[in-house]
């Protein structure tokens, strides 16, 4: 947080390979700092972090309009083609300290896709990942991001009727979270409009969390 009139939030995204993890560290961002497309073998091979210029719009402070940045930390993929999970979560664990080690992670986004249903070994794999991550508190500090919503929503699900036939596995981690989910399109370029909804859901979470941060150490 740079002044008055201006905050940062910091986020990760964690996922696996092809879930959409850095098109949706895009859309936050409003560009292509992530590379992107499909691909037989993972795409994402290091942590990577890309920001976000002034939005204005979104904030406001003590009664005054401020400005608001955004800090995406992309990550590779778990499970990975190349990389075994020590490595991702050693590298992954390395970028954060690195990246975030001052000013705090406000939120670590779980991607899942909305049109493939989640499985118990598959969730139990992520949860576990960022339990290691971030700790005993993790559930306060990590919200889930529904990709590819646009095909849900093609198949004629509203986000009301998807939670209803969703699995118990899905229902039982948006529950641990304490509902923090936000559904997001996977089209390349997310419209203004769109990004704006997304980062004030992502806003009134950390401000529900009192603005805590995760992983802020002081300096020595």
Known sequence: MADSNEMTI???VLGKTQTGKSAAGNSLLGSSDFESRLSPSSVTTCCRL????????????????????????????HPHSDLSK????????AALAQHFGEEGLHLALLVLRADLPLCPDESNDRVQLVQELLGPTW??????LLTHA????????????YLHSASSTLLSLLNSVQHKYIFLDNHNSIIKEERNIVLRKL??????NNYQVLLKHSKE
């Open 150 to 161: 646009d095909k849900a929503e093609e198949a004629g699900y509203s986000e009301e009727t």
């Open 139 to 144: 559930k306060d500090f990590t919200a889930v």
């Open 203 to 208: 806003l009134n979470f950390i401000q529900k």
């Open 10 to 12: 910091n986020l990760v």
């Open 86 to 93: 020590e490595q991702v979560r050693d590298m992954v664990r």
């Open 50 to 77: 890309g920001r976000s210029g002034r939005i204005l719009g979104l904030l406001r402070r003590n009664g005054c309009e401020s400005a608001l940045r955004v800090r995406v930390l992309d990550t590779p993929s």
